[in-house]
């Protein structure tokens, strides 16, 4: 291996004398804050560190069960014990990768030990699989790192110890990047996040014939391999990069950049783009505008981009000699932003950024991101600046559903900084009742890659008051992040779960996190749904106040027809005892005034039947199977599947925020007391004062005192009540059929609705904008094509004074089977007199 040359060399000074020596650790409790942070530190009790003066590294102890997340990979062999699970520069907390799997590691290993403490100058954790585990070959994989190293050597021998002919990949799989590129041989990765500035890169190292391993190994009894790669750590690709280049002992030479504007500030926003070699990487300015790295020598040329400002290209030749570069830019040009309460108190919110009259809209970065994701900047202080290229926009800021919006033309000029202050105005009143979102996620849970802090943002812009801790497969806590953002006068939190797997999903709240134990002592999901539900319940000891429910319901296998053969045999009988409720709503489109079970819909050119929840969930609340539906956003983005698009509006005795209490939140959860919305603000209740989810008495007819209020930039022109489930045509009211019922200010509809009855029955009634959509406060965002709708949980209404018997009406079609063909959904559907899309 060639030593490791740093250009830094004023910084060695700095480096601290107990940091000299490389050292080899295993973590116990009493070390757990040596651990590395980052957005993607997944270091627990028991894991291996291996650090240096300049990088920290984890490596995933042999334990069952072990991987970083749910995600790390999917299918049978998904635990990757003896992998490399954490790399960032040493002290930064900055780490980005979620795992490095040497020539494919995965599975179950034999064991992972340190095999060199560091003292002799080189520290080793290595990782054996026997053939007996893995069934035919030894693999020994070794992390290596040396003093001045600014990366990990990893050394993999692979031995043929069975008796057949074996073939296959040897290749590295490293995970969860977007973007990525390849440099002759070395491949590299930029965080999910540019703001983060973090990179990889690695690159096979030639053996002592000096050539490079092939991809793939074909063995025979008895032949082994030895692969070495070295992966390497960086503030940008590009320095990643260039650090596997001189361990490659390629030619190289030294870029040193210094981005400053005219006026001699330094600039650290922005980008740098390297090409060399005829590809493209990305390289990032620290605090003092400066970027310097090693690369390949030859032709080579720059362009710095950044947000707002105009990008500056410069041609040079990389050779033994530095190259020194100064770039000298104009201001940018942007909009700083005073967004406030009606109380003066700054307010957190939500910007969308439209380009008009030619401008573009901009695209200021990911959509896991809330500071810049597509067009929008989601704030959690309502004080923030956003740089945008010179242009004309229209400016659009919103805090959820209860607020009016504002609306600005705003004409930016090269260099020139615009202000926007203004006061968002809640002028929907909801004492009483708070807005909450039971199922979001951001990255611990592994299928997604939001931050999350931007979880939090997001969540608080879009006005959420209550939002428990959702992570798939992980007990995690977001309190720590509400506080740090400053965000606990505006959103609460609890700490809980979303056990996940190939069948039902179950959220859970509260459960205790374990910090530092895989999966945050999770229980593992099994595929019997109220095994699931009985081992989250009895969690840390058993709770009846603990809420669970089932996320987005295979309603065909959950409740009717479990092996989906066609026949209906209860589903999973017993689970509705087990459940407090279930999503009707999942970010999705709302189907409630579908009027069947299923519709037509297309996967590419071919035709499938999708169940429409909420009818079949009417179905079943006419067969006795009582369930309370909510509605969730389910977000794993910012930008498109982010919060907002559906919440459920809960009663509370407090409309504080920072009082909200849990266990009152789930008691009256379990007691149906909630709206489901996706703007429209609900309030239904008898003439004598029962709320949904609540039983009445009526003596052959009832009176709903029904009330509907919308922001600014939401409307409705229908209310309709269902009676068991079916759409009366005379409680349908339309702004056509009755226009003077309807008003064009916040207060869209008050009336009391006198409903008729011959027979017990549950009351919903539906708000819905069947002309109007979303799109004034989600713009670009998916949710924008969304309908404004609302419904209540049912109310219980006994005509009989028998108490509440469910009618058993399917509602003209039969509970939806398994097997159901499209041939056969459409002949239903024309049977029924429903038109097919």
């Given at each position: 291996m060639k030593s490791f040359f740093f250009p830094f060399c004023s910084l060695l000074l700095l480096v601290n004398v107990s940091w000299s020596?490389?050292?080899?650790?295993?973590?116990?409790?009493?070390?757990?804050?040596?651990?590395?942070?980052?957005?993607?530190?997944?270091?627990?009790?028991?894991?291996?560190?291996?650090?240096?003066?300049?990088?920290?590294?984890v490596i995933a102890h042999a334990t069952p069960l072990r991987k970083a997340n749910m995600g790390t990979f999917w299918g049978a062999e998904n635990v990757t014990p003896g992998c490399l699970y954490d790399l960032t520069l040493r002290g930064a907390a900055n780490d980005q990768i979620t795992v490095f799997s040497p020539s494919r590691q995965q599975g179950k290993v034999s064991y992972v030990r340190i095999s060199k403490d560091g003292s002799d100058g080189e520290a080793i954790v290595e990782v054996v699989v026997t053939s007996t585990v893995s069934g035919a070959l030894f693999k020994r994989h070794e992390y290596i790192l040396k003093d001045g190293w600014q990366g990990v050597l990893i050394r993999s021998t692979i031995r043929h110890e069975g008796d057949k002919l074996v073939d296959g990949p040897v290749t590295d799989k490293w995970t969860n990047f977007r973007s990525r590129g390849k440099i002759g041989s070395i491949e590299w990765a930029d965080s999910i996040d540019p703001a983060d500035?973090?990179?990889?890169?690695?690159?096979?190292?030639?053996?002592?014939?000096?050539?490079?391993?092939?991809?793939?190994?074909?063995?025979?009894?008895?032949?082994?391999?030895r692969i070495e790669r070295f992966l390497a750590v960086g503030r940008s690709p590009a320095e990643a990069v260039g650090l596997v280049a001189n361990q490659l002992e390629l030619k190289t030479g030294e870029l040193s950049v210094q981005l400053k504007e005219n006026d001699g500030g330094p600039v650290s926003t922005g980008r740098l783009e390297i090409s060399t070699g005829g590809q493209v990487i990305p390289a990032y300015p620290d605090d003092d505008g400066r970027i310097r790295l090693l690369l390949p020598q030859g032709k080579a040329s720059v362009i710095f981009v950044d947000h707002g400002r105009m990008s500056m290209e410069r041609d040079f030749t990389v050779g033994a000699k530095n190259v020194e570069l100064t770039l000298e830019l104009e201001p940018r040009s942007g909009i700083t932003f005073e967004v406030r309460k009606q109380n003066g108190s700054f307010s957190p919110c939500k910007a969308q950024f439209i380009g008009i009259d030619g401008t573009p809209s901009p695209n200021l970065g990911p959509t896991d991101r809330a500071h810049g994701c597509r067009d929008q900047y989601h704030s959690e202080s309502g004080k923030f600046y956003v740089a945008l290229a010179p242009g004309?926009?229209?400016?659009?800021?919103?805090?959820?559903?209860?607020?009016?919006?504002?609306?600005?033309?705003?004409?930016?000029?090269?260099?020139?900084?615009?202000?926007?202050?203004?006061?968002?105005?809640?002028?929907?009143?909801s004492p009483g009742w708070v807005s909450t979102d039971f199922h979001n996620h951001s990255t611990p849970s592994g299928d997604n890659v939001c931050g999350t802090d931007d979880r939090v943002i997001n969540l608080a812009a879009e006005h959420i008051e209550f939002a428990p801790t959702t992570e798939h497969n992980r007990i995690y806590d977001w309190s720590p992040h509400i506080q740090k953002l400053g965000l606990s006068k505006e959103i609460s939190t609890i700490s809980g779960v979303e056990l996940t797997g190939s069948g039902a999903h179950i959220n859970a709240f509260p459960l205790i996190p374990e910090p530092y134990r895989q999966d945050g002592?999770?229980?593992?999901?099994?595929?019997?749904?109220?095994?699931?539900?009985?081992?989250?319940?009895?969690?840390?000891?058993?709770?009846?106040?603990?809420?669970?429910?089932?996320?987005?319901?295979?309603?065909?296998?959950?409740?009717?027809?479990?092996?989906?053969?066609?026949?209906?045999?209860?589903?999973?009988?017993?689970?509705?005892?087990?459940?407090?409720?279930?999503?009707?709503?999942?970010?999705?489109?709302?189907?409630?005034?579908?009027?069947?079970?299923?519709?037509?819909?297309?996967?590419?050119?071919?035709?499938?039947?999708?169940?429409?929840?909420?009818?079949?969930?009417?179905?079943?609340?006419?067969?006795?199977?009582?369930?309370?539906?909510i509605a969730v956003s389910d977000a794993h983005h910012v930008h498109g599947n982010g919060v907002g698009g559906w919440r459920t509006y809960v009663r509370s005795s407090t409309d504080d925020p920072e009082k909200i209490d849990w266990k009152e939140i789930s008691r009256r959860a379990k007691a149906g007391q909630m709206i489901l919305t996706t703007g429209p603000y609900l309030e239904v209740e008898t003439a004598d004062g029962v709320f949904p989810g609540g039983h009445a008495r009526a003596n052959g007819e009832i009176d709903l005192k029904v009330r509907v209020q919308c922001a600014s930039w939401i409307d409705i022109d229908r209310v309709q009540v269902l009676v068991n489930g079916r759409a009366e045509p005379t409680l349908n009211f339309t702004r056509k059929s009755h226009p003077k019922w309807f008003s064009d200010g916040v207060l869209k509809f008050d009336k009391s609705l006198r409903v008729s009855l011959d027979e017990d029955a549950h009351l919903v009634v539906v708000a819905y904008g069947e002309n109007f959509d979303l799109k004034k406060g989600y713009g670009s965002s998916a949710q924008a094509s969304m309908n404004p709708c609302a419904y209540n949980n049912p109310i219980f209404v006994d005509v009989d004074g028998n108490g509440f018997t469910p009618n058993g009406d399917t509602l003209g079609f039969p509970l939806p089977t398994g097997r159901l063909t499209v041939t056969q959904a459409k002949a239903l559907l024309g049977k029924a007199g429903k038109k097919l899309d």
């Open positions: 020596k490389p050292e080899a650790l295993e973590i116990s409790l009493d070390k757990v804050k040596l651990l590395p942070g980052g957005k993607e530190g997944d270091g627990i009790v028991g894991d291996f560190l291996i650090r240096n003066d300049r990088i920290e590294a500035k973090a990179g990889y890169a690695y690159a096979w190292l030639p053996g002592k014939d000096g050539a490079i391993p092939p991809g793939t190994a074909r063995l025979k009894p008895g032949d082994e391999i004309k926009y229209r400016v659009v800021l919103t805090r959820g559903i209860e607020h009016d919006h504002f609306e600005k033309e705003v004409i930016l000029l090269p260099g020139k900084t615009v202000k926007v202050e203004t006061t968002l105005r809640r002028t929907v009143s002592g999770s229980p593992v999901w099994v595929d019997d749904p109220r095994i699931n539900a009985i081992n989250l319940r009895e969690l840390h000891g058993h709770r009846p106040d603990r809420w669970i429910h089932i996320n987005h319901p295979d309603m065909v296998e959950n409740f009717i027809d479990r092996d989906k053969d066609g026949r209906p045999d209860g589903g999973f009988a017993g689970i509705v005892s087990l459940i407090d409720a279930i999503e009707t709503e999942n970010f999705r489109q709302a189907t409630i005034l579908n009027g069947a079970p299923f519709r037509i819909t297309r996967r590419a050119a071919r035709e499938q039947v999708t169940i429409n929840r909420e009818f079949v969930w009417l179905q079943l609340l006419n067969k006795g199977m009582k369930m309370w539906g």
